[in-house]
């Protein structure tokens, strides 16, 4: 029965949490499949914010049962913090239940990102240097050590010695860095145990459970379609898989157990780190400034100013495709008040003149293509108070149908502005 996946369609920070926190209130469950605390997700509930970075955005209701899944990285103390965070704002996290499959990050994941990424200098992917491509590769390398590990000292021990061995010969020998101490990492990670132990549990009977009951099943993407590990812009992307699809891998269900597929898009474009990004408003431009400072395009962990563009269409339209999109969900219209017109990009125009309606596949052609605008006129005044659809002037619908049309889905929610009580449920979801 029902699982519906909440989906970013561009490069993340596309207010998925937010989305999740709205449509959490009919779910039981509400499940994270990758990612680890790269992801920042940021709720407002009557004025007081919530960033969330691993637990699951239902958390604040309490007839939610969160879930960290098999396919999500987790540092067990960047958790713990997180749970001492909720809890010290009255929020409940004891029904948190925490896959015994998910893999842990350990300290020299933090410390391989990190002196990577400074190898890479002119060429760093700028990534969130919190251990998580480190903590990939080490799964498929199968070396990874994981949350189960933690119930046995003498298993987490020796599965740890064979590791380090290695990680130390790495980063004594390639770069400079200073071994790291066995003892003092098991004494730091078991010394959590207590803290995990009750959360810990088998998370994709639970999910199976919760569907075979009929409950409702969100399941929250963390980063976005263009940072997936397979089909974003490689090599600028993350190191999990956070399109629809990586919830069978990540939550241990088939294709068929999801029904619904929400793509969350922004009413704009932005991106953090490195990478092509064929609608970006070069530094400095007037209107990119607008964007950034009207919708605090600054991360929500790591502070790093995020970079502001167009509206992508050409990616909204692969990536409803990539995800299977039932439906999306417009983020942020509110931003775009103030603007005498709104450019979306089209299709792209290549080096060559070709003009392209799709992605192009190579990565020599995406970097140098130039975006084809449409531009529409603005509305020139705050909409934040907006419930309805008419509430929301012309120009602003015309822009929404627009959108709608290019990405061949049906729009369910358009939000303007953070709380969650500024969302336009759209008339045919209703
Ligand atoms: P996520 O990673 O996709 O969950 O998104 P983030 O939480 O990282 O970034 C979205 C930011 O935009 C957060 O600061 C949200 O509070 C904020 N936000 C979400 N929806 C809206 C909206 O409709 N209007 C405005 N102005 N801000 C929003
Ligand atoms: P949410 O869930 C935006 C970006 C990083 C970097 C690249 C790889 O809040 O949308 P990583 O640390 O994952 O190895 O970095 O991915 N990135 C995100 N950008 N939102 C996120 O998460 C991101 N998580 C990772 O900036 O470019
Ligand atoms: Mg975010």
Known sequence: MPGTVIVGTQWGDEGKGRFVDYLAEQSSLVVRYQGGHNAGHTIVVDGEVFALQLVPSGVLYRHVTPVIGNGVVVD???????????????????????????????????????????????????????????????????????????????????????????????????????????????????????RLEPLIDDTVHLVHEALDAGQEVLFEGAQATYLDLDHGTYPFVTSSNPIAGGVCTGAGVGPRAIERVIGVVKAYTTRVGSGPFPTELADGDATGEALVERGHEFGTNTGRRRRPGWLDAVMLRHAVRLNSCSEIAVTKLDVLSTLPELKVCVAYEGDDGKRYEHVPYHQSVLHKVRPVYETLPGWGGEIDGATRVEDLPPEARDYLRFVEELAGVPMTFVSVGPSRDQTVVMPRAA
């Open 76 to 194: 067990p103390a960047v958790l713990i913090a997180e749970l001492d965070m909720l809890e010290a704002k009255g929020v409940d996290t004891s029904r948190l239940r925490l896959s015994g499959n998910a893999h842990l990050i350990m300290p020299y994941h933090t410390e391989l990102d990190r002196v990577t990424e400074r190898y890479l200098g002119q060429n760093k992917l700028g990534t969130t240097k919190r251990g998580i491509g480190p903590t990939y590769a080490d799964k498929a390398l199968r070396v990874g050590l994981r949350v189960q590990d933690l119930l046995d000292a003498k298993i987490f021990r020796q599965k740890l010695d064979l590791v380090l061995r290695e990680k130390n010969g790495v980063l004594a020998k390639v770069y400079n860095r200073l071994p790291l101490d066995a003892d003092e990492i098991c004494a730091t990670y078991l010394a959590m145990l207590p």
